[in-house]
């Protein structure tokens, strides 16, 4: 049952801070030229980077995805894109020098999708063209009904130390209710395929909020997770977006769970992943006690990017790909979300940036709160403000809308000092949004819960 105190703010919606300024406040202020400008800021840098290659493809568009992707049959649209891509890595390289990488994320749509002859050139083209250190972190994410011995062989082989599965839901009812069929077995497999082939740093990604979910099912499906023993589990809230998704029309509104049982459904996943030994680990993530995420989140070091929280700690990161957000000192950029968009860009030698935004010194300072919130759950707003030349007084408004949620101990206020019950990570989003000062301006986001 709901905690009455609780009935109220899970029916909130705000933004889940991958970024500040989010992405709605990206404008056409921000074009290619800025960020040609920007690239060419980091040479001689001695400044690590990390490097986002989004991969739109998949096999077939599950009716529950809000990813920039799209359906092919066929190999050959996939190898043109790889090419395409090479030639934008070539492109950043050229203004950047062989900038230190440190952290390599693949991402999609379905990375694993690459013909493994085309991955391994385009890792090639990564190393030959920057800084990639020894110790990089080389993450993919993959969907697991396309794993195979030989595909994680070579995924290792090409430097792959870290995986990440999508598998949302083992329940059978569930997966045709979502367009996702994929029995456990298939995870099972491709699990074991890619700790023999040696890559052991495992994710795998679950969703709460999906039609015909039952407390059951959830329990089930968290418990069949962490017997397969990875070292970190992500639980997302379905986002139904079906306005901006078509393929979630599909989706049936009238079986969705409403608020409440969208929280049941999260705690009872939540209860079950931490009773099976996982910590949890900032809003959405869950790790092994002695997992690096866990051990980041422990030292106050765990940082939040576009792809979710992360142990990556550089400052920069540029993104490759259609819809590929990068951020650089100065500000975020973002490339064309259209495929066709984008490869006129690259085909004319040009970057596919379309929006943007510059970072205000105001940006800079609300950017680290808002991560603080997100990450660890507590900030103190004075020792921040004075790190970035601001007076703490700044926040005496954002200070007083948490007034009610103080008054409720959801939140403890003491002098500039802001702490999150722990025990409701939820209200993270909603105390982060006090702190934004863009919020209401424009968009919708998804419910906290
Ligand atoms: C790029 S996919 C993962 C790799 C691969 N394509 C797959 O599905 O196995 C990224 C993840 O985003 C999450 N996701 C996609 N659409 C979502 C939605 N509407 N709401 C919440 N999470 C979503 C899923 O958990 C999915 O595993
Ligand atoms: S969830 Fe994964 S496999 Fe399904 S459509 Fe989205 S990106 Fe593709």
Redesign the pocket.
Known sequence: MIPLRLSELVRRSAPRYTSYPTAPQFGPAVGPQDYDGWLRGLKGESASASLYLHVPF?RSI?H????TTKATRRDEPIIAYADRLRREIALVADRTGPLRVSHIHW????PNLLPPDVFDQLVAELCDRFDVRPDAEHAI????RWVTRESARRLKASGVTRAS??V?DFDEGVQRAIGRPQPYSVVQSAISALRSAGVDGLNL?L?YGLPGQTMRSVRLTARLAAFLGPDRISL????HVPWLRANQRLIDDAALPDSAARFDLAETARETLLEAGYVAVGIDHFAKPKDALRRAAQKGTLRRNFQGYTTDRSDVLIGFGPSAVGRLREGYVQNAADAAGWAGAIDAGRFATVKGRALTPEDRLRAEIIEKLMCGFEVDLGATAAAHGFKPAIFADDLEKLGKLAEQEFVRIDGWRVTIAKDAPALARIVASAFDAYLGAAARHSLVV
């Open positions: 998949c599950c529950y995805c809000a990813c991402g999609g749509g379905t994410e993959l969907d697991p599965l999508g949302q990604d969703i997302f809230g379905y986002a």
